[in-house]
Nanobody
Framework: QVQLVESGGGLVQPGGSLRLSCAAS????????MAWYRQAPGKERELVAA????????NYADSVKGRFAISRDNAKNTVYLQMNSLKPEDTAVYYC?????????WGQGTQVTVSS
């Protein structure tokens, strides 16, 4: 079965950096678009970044452009989210996502807290 396991979250000061990882299994990873979403308390889940199956194209939410970078390693079945210049408003649970056939799959999420 499809599994997405995120790691790398934590507490960081404003201006700091974190790198999230999502290890995928149960499907042919290299064939699918992968994405990161986030959900802050009291807010809807929102798309942060997405990357095509071969990694040749990416897109980002306006709020993270120039600060975050999504990448993938198809040999390791892993997608990453490098987050730089973090702001308090980046505080959220970050989720890895894949849409396979007619279903969507989510990881369990990893908490990112940006605070001094």
């Amino acid at each position: 079965q499809v599994q997405l396991v995120e790691s790398g979250g934590g507490l960081v000061q404003p201006g700091g950096s974190l790198r999230l990882s999502c290890a995928a299994s149960g499907f042919t990873f290299r064939n699918y678009v992968m994405a990161w979403y986030r959900q802050a308390p009291g807010k809807e889940r929102e798309l942060v970044a997405a990357i095509t199956s071969d990694g040749s194209s990416t897109n980002y939410a306006d709020s993270v452009k120039g600060r975050f970078a999504i990448s993938r390693d198809n040999a390791k079945n892993t997608v990453y989210l490098q987050m730089n210049s973090l702001k308090p408003e980046d505080t959220a649970v970050y989720y890895c996502h894949v849409r396979r056939l007619i279903r969507e799959y989510w990881g369990q999420g990893t908490q990112v807290t940006v605070s001094s």
